[in-house]
């Protein structure tokens, strides 16, 4: 029940992009330990979550969320172990999960925890992944919004991804047949040999078109889609009569503001009386044990796979989420501080 | 039980447009009558359809049905009277609709036959209209795939259309409030004084997206679209959380290939959480008696309100599908036969 003496280390959002943040848009920071008030704890994080959809929130355009303060700590998932706490319902040992940003230590009043992480079994990490927001955007984006039904064709975009790889492989789970879409042979490879899927195909070779169409010789029943872009543009094509089109995620689209053009689809969506449908995990908040019970089942059976790349050290954040965009990481990224 | 002995007037697809069909596309033959075989009756035409979704049927592109054959009737719903019958479900004096083509006289063994017209108390030609396709495009895509509540703001594109017109007026029986999207001041007053919107904007005047924006502030909920292009670019900008688009026509764009471009709609219906999904009528044919027992009692009760634009004469159809595309008519348009 004392606040450590140390300095609690922040990044601080310090200048606004316009687009996807840089590590010049950011700034490491040493701060006083905070006080803590009654009805307060103290959280030590242990790993800071870095994911594509904080490039939203740093952006000042209107999205789903208010924007990132500047000069505040960056905005973010953290998983930690509270280490004092003046809150009735929130004791030290107590592993936690919320948005505690990109810092050390963060003080919250239980409003920003999003749970508490009760899989004692398993590394707290995975739940900023595969039993966290990435497990459960899966889980609901696909069986909500996507209906997927034994025998669909479900392809899913990024589907290396942390997201795309479990959405893959609970559509599998669901009989579905499943097809990714990822970037060069080793993800190709990743695919198929860890996240189960039945094809891979590669967006970046030449005939990408040609070999999309051969992977779907059915149609697509359900479009798991993380990038939007001309990989979504190949896949709608190919869609079906009642086909699903999950849009949980536009990472090949680097900028929304001025309003980028495409395809329209329209006519697409008419001639197969199908549906496109956004899909925001927030909406889903009351339901995260739910998913998140039979997501750590589907993992300590074996059945749900998932990877993660550790970056160590708050050094890391800076660049972390301009790197997610450039493609070099395998798996959830996540820093470990 | 008599064939009569007259000719059949008919008219034939005779080439194939790219886009929208025009008289030249078409050809008015005189043909023998049929002979009846057992199990077949033959329907003297009163009123033949003219809709803007018959640019589909005549197109080669992949659409939701085949296309029309070269040198075939052209396809259509049209409302008769049966005139002779071998057929035991089937009497003379029966009055139907279905898919009879442009002709005088059809033949048929009950399959192209969609419903028995039943509302003797209202005119025959509503069965093509506001108790016929449209009526129940109107209700089943405003209220299966829109699904407007109480409060809701709901936005018609073709706002005085005969989908538009009964879309619109549903929307305000079911507690929303109406916003049209019309052409010109004549069906903006149409709009407002005979369909009952709260609003009516002018997509041809200048200032058409300000005027949109302020005919909508709380937002849209609920986007009943006919037309697709720039008009649909203007109102996706001002979509709520959880917001429906009901894809219903794409009158605006007169051709599909190569496919048009347009923004991007991916992000908006992500940051919403917002759906666009395509209608077909077909798709409810199971439950065409439902939705019109239900539209013949509203416009008995002068709560549905419609418009007809009546041709006269065979001589009108071959250029009957290009005008509506050319915006002339007022109503729903039938050719009296």
């Known amino acids: 029940m004392s606040i450590p003496s140390e300095t609690n280390t922040q990044v601080l959002l310090t200048s606004r992009p316009n687009g996807i943040p840089q590590a010049e848009h950011f700034q490491i920071v040493e701060t006083a330990m905070p006080a803590l008030e009654s009805g307060?704890?103290?959280?030590?994080?242990?790993?800071l979550s870095v994911e594509p959809a904080m490039r939203g929130w740093v952006n000042a355009a209107a999205n789903y969320s208010d924007p990132v303060p500047l000069g505040s700590v960056m905005r973010s998932f953290a998983a930690g172990v509270v280490v004092a706490s003046r809150h009735p319902a929130y004791a030290e040992g107590d592993r936690v999960m919320g948005m505690l940003g990109w810092q050390t230590y963060a003080v919250s009043d239980g409003s920003t925890i999003r749970r508490k992480v009760l899989e004692h079994d398993l590394p707290l990490s995975l739940s900023l992944g595969v039993l966290g927001i990435n497990g459960v955007t899966a889980y609901f984006a696909l069986t909500e919004v996507g209906e997927p039904?034994?025998?669909?064709?479900?392809?899913?975009?990024?589907?290396?991804g942390s997201v795309g790889s479990a959405a893959g492989q609970i559509a599998k789970l669901m009989g579905c047949r499943t097809v990714a879409i990822t970037g060069g042979p080793v993800k190709m490879q990743m695919c198929r040999d860890e996240f189960?899927?039945?094809?891979?195909?590669?967006?970046?070779?030449?005939?990408?078109?040609?070999?999309?169409?051969?992977?779907?010789?059915?149609?697509?029943?359900?479009?798991?889609?993380?990038?939007?872009?001309?990989?979504?543009?190949?896949?709608?094509?190919?869609?079906?009569?009642?086909?699903?089109?999950?849009i949980c995620g536009t990472a090949s689209i680097?900028?929304?503001?001025?309003?980028?053009?495409?395809?329209?689809?329209?006519?697409?969506?008419?001639?197969?009386?199908?549906?496109?449908?956004?899909?925001l995990v927030w909406d889903y908040e009351h339901r995260?044990?739910?998913?998140?019970?039979?997501?750590?089942?589907?993992?300590?059976?074996g059945s749900l796979r998932y990877r993660e790349e550790i970056l160590d050290g708050m050094v890391a954040a800076?660049?972390?989420?301009?790197?997610?965009?450039?493609g070099e990481n395998f798996g959830k990224r996540v820093i470990r501080v």
């Open 196 to 246: 189960g899927y039945d094809v891979a195909v590669d967006y970046k070779a030449a005939g990408f078109a040609e070999a999309l169409a051969l992977a779907c010789p059915d149609g697509v029943d359900v479009y798991y889609d993380n990038t939007s872009g001309p990989i979504s543009d190949a896949v709608v094509r190919h869609i079906n009569k009642r086909a699903r089109i999950v």
């Open 318 to 326: 800076p660049d972390a989420i301009a790197g997610l965009y450039r």
């Open 149 to 160: 039904r034994p025998g669909d064709t479900v392809v899913v975009s990024t589907g290396a």
């Open 40 to 47: 307060q704890f103290l959280v030590r994080n242990e790993f």
């Open 254 to 279: 680097s900028n929304w503001e001025p309003w980028p053009s495409g395809p329209r689809v329209e006519r697409h969506l008419l001639n197969k009386a199908a549906r496109m449908q956004g899909f």
């Open 288 to 301: 995260y044990e739910e998913a998140i019970s039979k997501l750590a089942c589907w993992v300590r059976s």
